[in-house]
């Protein structure tokens, strides 16, 4: 247990549903970010929020939309998505960024699929 | 634009090896550099985060070193045990493209060890 839960561990959704992923971390951090992990490639960063302010939106389309109420939850919102975003989706955060405090902590994920 | 390799993609040893998995990386100007473990269709743990002005950490079998300069890191594993068969993904932070204070984590493809009984 890495003190990052995300949940639901799995979803299942219609490419015209909307659904939420949530991710709350216990360890005080200030930094969350999402990420996305298809089969054969690298992590990609997606959205990182810092004392809930986002800093980084790595060009993901707008059919994810994230949301940080607080330093402890971070929510992605999903709505039409594509086959293709099929994925494992991914929540880390950590105490700071750049160089000191910035060990990141993830969650086990959630493992979704779009039909 | 930061790209991070992993080399070799999978390995494969018996128990009891030791054993050097590889990273490189291609702009020497990073904050740190972290080595996660993940199992199949899970998170990622974290293993050692090494400070750029750091060479070395150790933490019980696993010792990792960085060599900033020319980009490379290694993760040497001690008399494997089954136990720690996954996936191992090496990261490196940095700016980022856009600078300022948007740093970011760039991650390998990952290796993917098996240690056989």
């Known amino acids: 247990e890495t003190g990052v839960t995300q949940t639901p561990r799995h979803l299942v959704m219609g490419m015209t549903n909307k659904k939420s992923l949530k991710c709350e971390q216990h360890?005080?951090?200030?930094?969350m970010y999402w990420y996305k992990q298809s089969a054969k490639k690298p992590l990609e960063l997606m959205f990182v929020?810092?004392?809930?302010?986002?800093?980084e939106n790595n060009s993901v389309p707008s059919r994810f939309s994230p949301e940080c109420p607080n330093s402890s939850h971070l929510f992605l919102h999903l709505h039409t998505l594509q086959p293709e975003d099929s994925a494992l989706y991914l929540c880390a955060s950590s105490q700071g960024t750049g160089g000191l405090n910035t060990e990141a902590f993830f969650g086990q994920g959630t493992r979704l699929t779009v039909v | 634009k930061q790209e991070v390799t992993q080399i070799p993609a999978a390995l494969s040893v018996p128990e009891g090896e030791n054993l050097v998995l590889n990273c490189s990386f291609t702009d020497s100007a990073i904050y740190n550099l972290q080595w996660f473990r993940q199992d199949p269709g899970k998170g990622l743990t974290s293993l050692l985060l090494?400070?750029?002005?750091?060479r070395e950490q150790t933490s019980g079998r696993l010792n990792a070193s960085l060599d900033k300069s020319s980009g490379r890191s290694t993760l040497y594993i001690a008399a494997s045990q089954p136990g720690d068969s996954a996936t191992y993904l090496c990261?490196?932070?940095?700016?980022?493209?856009?600078?300022?204070?948007?740093?970011?984590?760039?991650f390998g493809k990952g290796t993917l060890l098996t240690v056989n009984p």
């Open positions: 090494i400070q750029s002005s750091q």
């Open positions: 990261a490196v932070e940095d700016r980022g493209n856009s600078g300022g204070s948007n740093y970011k984590l760039t």
């Open positions: 929020y810092n004392f809930k302010e986002q800093t």
């Open positions: 360890l005080g951090h200030n930094a």
